[in-house]
């Protein structure tokens, strides 16, 4: 006669085994990946994250403002921008925080500088930068230009760049 015994664990406690030792050795991978050389180590970054479906190196995006009210074909500020500088200085105390400023242009016919709207939203993107003077170190700024409907403006986002 056969007797069937029952587990002396339950089914759950080895897949917790299971997740746990996974866990762990991704955590070595990623210890023993650190102490590579830094082209090494973006490309087994850029590796992982190919694998896993991700399209390239996107920053975490911490904190946001922005600067509206540009006038239609104007890069010049609407506004006083002492209060902007003191917001980026204070969020950038990080080191490890970049600021992205990215300035936008409508497209429309009125709304360009030389016949450009990219040009136009980039020397409005040109403008918020030099508004911040020295609060903001030259390096960890970024500045790109963008086309939209409807967008006169000049978006700064603190973003986390590990």
Known sequence: MLRVLAPSRPLWLITLADLSLLLVGFFVFLQATSHKPRPEREAIQAGIREAFGGVG???????????????????????????????????????????????????????????????????RAEAVAAALGRTVPRERVRLSAAVAPGARRVTLVISYDP
């Open 57 to 123: 190196a996107s920053p975490l995006a911490v904190e946001a403002n922005a600067v509206t009210g540009f006038a239609p074909g104007r890069a010049k500020l609407p506004q006083d921008a002492s209060a902007l500088a003191g917001w980026a200085g204070d969020a950038l105390a990080d080191p490890r925080t970049r600021l992205i400023v990215t300035g936008y242009a409508d497209g429309s016919s009125e709304d360009r500088s030389d016949g450009s709207a990219m040009a136009l939203a980039g020397r």
